[in-house]
Nanobody, 124 residues
Framework: QVQLVESGGGLVQPGGSLRLSCAAS????????MGWLRQAPGKEREFVAG????????SYADSVKGRFTISRDNAKNTVDLQMNSLKPEDTAVYYC?????????????????WGKGIQVSVSA
């Protein structure tokens, strides 16, 4: 069992930066592929970024590639999402997610555990 708690969301101006963090509990964190997904109002939840259980491989949605960076610290049981050059269309609730039995989380990976989500708003 893995429990996930997000932090670091808020309101930022276009072009600004935010860093989301996800704290995970559970003995199996270092063997779980992790990722971030988001859901904007009126839209379906979508994949944002994923990382392998070792942290050596990452995957990104085209819409955030070059602007967002996912990382993890298995010693601290955390996975972070650094978001730069934020745009109004990045406004959404962001969810930390964990997958079981997969080397890395990508857009099609089934999610086994979800955080409760955190709001990110990009507006002038």
């Amino acid at each position: 069992q893995v429990q996930l708690v997000e932090s670091g969301g808020g309101l930022v101006q276009p072009g600004g930066s935010l860093r989301l963090s996800c704290a995970a509990s559970g003995r199996t964190f270092s063997s779980e592929a992790m990722g971030w997904l988001r859901q904007a109002p009126g839209k379906e939840r979508e994949f944002v970024a994923g990382i392998s259980f070792t942290g050596s491989s990452t995957s990104y949605a085209d819409s955030v590639k070059g602007r967002f960076t996912i990382s993890r610290d298995n010693a601290k049981n955390t996975v972070d999402l650094q978001m730069n050059s934020l745009k109004p269309e990045d406004t959404a609730v962001y969810y930390c997610a964990a997958a079981r039995g997969y080397r890395i989380m990508v857009a099609t990976t089934p999610v086994a555990y979800w955080g409760k989500g955190i709001q990110v708003s990009v507006s002038a």
